[in-house]
């Protein structure tokens, strides 16, 4: 009633506030820009035609990096010469960082540049370092004398001066290449289907999968094909054919810049939630009305003067009341004083604060799933090199490629997933990709555990039978652990790309949540060089161990095993935190504001906000 009145008095009126219907709809329309930063045409931008070459950057760029990573440890011993457990930390912090810049890829994205020209700049900056490394790889003068890390350890030179600052800059100019590229891939991908059109958004459920399918392509042809050329025609061959992986990627994302629906940048994200943490803080002294509508943002709605705004809203929910504050508008008698944004904020800014803080508890609960990740390119690479790794009497399999036996599974499961499992689960659930983002998390944290299980008791048979048999077991006995890390990484990397993703409904902060998920790579690495030196540190006081479980260079005198055993108990302890969560998540996600359903429009603006 009270609309209608407002219609009936002003022509101008009816442009100030309007109920949201066709014209929300039709501004969502206008939320994301061509090439040319004119309005997209549903028609011609946009859906899996233009993903795909999105698709093309993340298999290629994988593919460089995965080559890079998998195999640097190697290089970094055996040519920078590095001790064991330092370039272990070398490897772990180099990929850290990689995945912490994921934040600044995602802010630089969201706030300024858009995730089009973050990919396109940042890109070229990771290609550089590519090519420096095959440089440096590929001149003698620039690397140690050659010396055999095994039999002369001690005796070998470790890189240091000019040689280590060309290694370590090459190093970081693909960490802040690939760091500020990976989650762009992801909602720029995304970002090409519509989540409010049904069809739409079954089709992103299945471009989330297609995603992992091509990071899993990646990742086999690097851990096969690559690596191989790495062993056999040298690291700067191998460096090389990254650089040229990454510059195919490039050209994939380039071809497809006629389809693309671009969303464009918004201006600072974290300035709107600076707004709602100021304004609680001064309105601290307040009290929460009762009923939600009396909140600052839930009767009206302004028609938006920029064409381009997004006036997608989040209801309200009752999780941390205390931010409700900031939608507390203060009577001060003078109702014409226009009221600054970081005194009252709207329902909308409040609710996407909360998101933020909600979702950090299960961000948190995948960090020790990235720290068994970390063994798996580090420790276990140099498991396998203990190892016999004879296939044929001419072909030995390379360490490093032990990792592309879980991808090979998963081209082919992947597919299947998503064409028999996820229509079959949708039947059931309601939910378009056939489960919850958050039950398929815990199904991959569930089997992370059995992995450091099955290479905890494979390590300990190695390690028997070479130290007390003097037998030298198969390569191919330790793949169990690659095998079940890989079906636990389908689910959670996934799950966990698509439930960040998701949570930014006003379609402002995409890239920077998807990048959060990056993060927990990052702490999950930094944790196991944390992790590494905390246990040399403490079992070095061992009278049996006594310079600690990880401290020498021969893994016959380590006890990995022990190491392992200990991850496993903290995963299987971090699965148990993560149920808790999760259900926490779930209870706490709903929205207060079911009554207010019924209530066609809320508010994204006022007459009186500056």
Same mark, same amino acid.
């Given at each position: ?140 003068? /620039? ?18 001066? #000019? *040689? ?11 960490? #802040? ?12 991908? +995304? ?22 399918? +091509? ?10 094909? /690559? ?64 009923? +939600? ?66 979702? /950090? ?144 409904? *006003? ?5 920077? #949540?998807? +990048? ?20 040399? *540190? ?11 479980? /990880? ?60």
């Amino acid at each position: 009633m009270e609309m209608e009145a407002g219609r009936g008095e002003k022509g101008d009126n009816n442009n100030n506030n309007i109920i949201i219907s066709e014209e929300m709809m039709m501004s969502s329309t206008t939320t994301s820009v061509d090439w040319r930063g004119k309005p997209s045409n549903p028609i011609k931008h946009g859906g899996m035609k233009a993903a795909v070459f999105v698709l093309g950057l993340q298999g290629f760029e994988i593919m460089g990096i995965a080559a890079v990573g998998n195999n640097l440890i190697t290089y970094v011993l055996n040519e920078m010469h590095f001790s064991l457990s330092e370039s272990a930390n070398i490897v772990t912090n180099f990929i850290g960082t990689i995945f912490i810049l994921a934040l600044l890829g995602g802010y630089l994205s969201d706030s300024y540049l858009g995730s089009f020209w973050t990919i396109l700049i940042f890109g070229f900056i990771e290609l550089s370092g590519f090519i420096l490394l095959s440089v440096q790889a590929h001149l003698p003068q /620039l690397k140690p004398p050659k010396c055999n890390m095994l039999t002369d350890g001690d005796a070998c030179v470790e890189a240091k001066g #000019l *040689k280590a600052l060309i290694f370590f800059v090459a190093l970081y100019l693909v960490a #802040l290449g690939s760091g500020c590229v990976k989650p762009n891939m992801i909602s720029h991908g +995304a970002d090409q289907f519509n989540q409010e059109d049904t069809k739409q958004s079954k089709q992103l459920s299945r471009y989330f999968n297609a995603a992992y399918f +091509a990071f899993s392509m990646g990742e086999l042809i690097a851990l096969t094909i /690559l690596v191989y050329v790495q062993t056999h025609s040298g690291m700067d061959v191998g460096f090389g054919v990254s650089a040229a992986a990454m510059a195919l990627g490039l050209i994939s994302l380039i071809c497809g810049t006629l389809f693309y629906r671009n969303k464009p940048p918004q201006g600072s994200i974290f300035t709107p939630i600076a707004q709602v943490l100021v304004a609680a803080l001064l309105n601290r002294k307040s009290v929460c009305p009762s009923d +939600a509508r009396m909140l600052h943002g839930t009767q009206t709605i302004k028609a938006p003067s920029n064409a381009n705004t997004n006036p997608t809203i989040l209801l309200h929910t009752n999780r941390f009341r205390f931010l409700d504050k900031a939608c507390i508008k203060m009577q001060d008698g003078n109702t014409t004083k226009e009221i600054s944004k970081w005194r009252l904020c709207t329902v909308t800014q409040v609710e996407q604060v909360k998101i933020l803080i909600s979702v /950090l508890p299960i961000f948190a609960c995948t960090i020790i799933f990235n720290t068994i990740l970390a063994q798996l390119q580090t420790f276990s690479v140099q498991q396998g090199s203990a190892m016999d790794t004879k296939l044929t009497k001419n072909f030995h399999i390379p360490p490093a490629s032990l990792q592309s036996i879980p991808y090979i599974m998963l081209i082919f499961i992947v597919p299947l997933y998503d064409t028999f499992f996820v229509p079959f689960a949708r039947k059931f659930t309601g939910h378009d990709s056939g489960i919850t983002p958050l039950q398929r998390i815990g199904v991959g944290l569930f089997f992370a555990t059995f992995s450091m299980v099955s290479a905890a008791l494979m390590e300990n048979k190695r390690r028997i039978s070479a130290v007390e048999s003097n037998e030298t077991l198969s390569i191919f006995w330790i793949t169990p652990q690659f095998l079940i890390f890989g079906i636990s990484e389908m689910f959670t990397a996934v799950g966990l790309i698509e439930f960040f993703y998701k949570q930014s409904l *006003k379609g402002s902060m995409q890239s920077f #949540l998807t +990048a959060i998920t990056y993060c927990s790579y990052s702490f999950g690495f930094y944790l196991s060089s944390l992790l590494v030196s905390l246990v040399n *540190k403490i079992t070095s006081n061992s009278s049996s161990h006594h310079g600690g479980w /990880l401290s020498d260079n021969n893994l016959n005198k380590d006890r990995l095993d022990l190491f392992y055993w200990l991850l496993a108990i903290l995963s299987f302890l971090n699965f148990l935190n993560y149920l808790f969560w999760a259900k926490w998540y779930s209870k706490n996600g709903s929205s207060s504001a079911t009554e207010n359903q019924e209530f066609n429009s809320k508010v994204v603006g006022d007459d009186g906000i500056v």
